[in-house]
């Protein structure tokens, strides 16, 4: 039973990358999913969900216009699309799938009860 996490990478700010989220061993698609990152000595901080069909999607402030979220349930896969990336967008990103099928609360993490094990995210500036 897990979440794989990948596709983190170092890049320059202004670039682009994709994370992908794999599913196995878990019921994938009939749950919202989402991702958070977390900085040493922070907390982890929620980045964006998706409902369990897609319909609907949510976004910290900090990244609304910069980052999409999508997900395809045949694959039991999520992607987090990052664009016009900041050095402020350095850290490990999480996948994680929501314990409850419904969207309450979908930016806490005690939300989530399966999490990926992490894909780290670095961004020169």
């Known amino acids: 039973v897990q979440l794989q996490a990948c596709g983190g990478g170092l890049v320059q700010a202004g670039d682009s990358l994709r994370l992908s989220c794999a599913a196995s061993g878990l019921t994938f698609s009939s749950y919202p999913m989402a991702w958070f990152r977390q900085d040493p000595g922070k907390e982890r901080e929620f980045v964006a969900a998706i409902s369990r069909t897609g319909e609907r999607t949510y976004f910290a402030d900090s990244v609304k216009g910069r980052f999409t979220i999508s997900r395809n349930n045949a694959k039991n896969t999520g992607f987090l699309q990052m664009n016009d990336l900041k050095p402020g967008d350095t850290a490990v990103y999480y996948c994680?799938?929501?314990?409850?099928?419904?969207?309450?609360?979908?930016?806490?993490?005690?939300?989530?009860?399966?999490w990926g094990q992490g894909t780290q995210v670095t961004v020169s500036s």
């Open positions: 994680a799938r929501k314990a409850s099928r419904y969207n309450n609360d979908i930016d806490y993490a005690r939300q989530y009860d399966y």
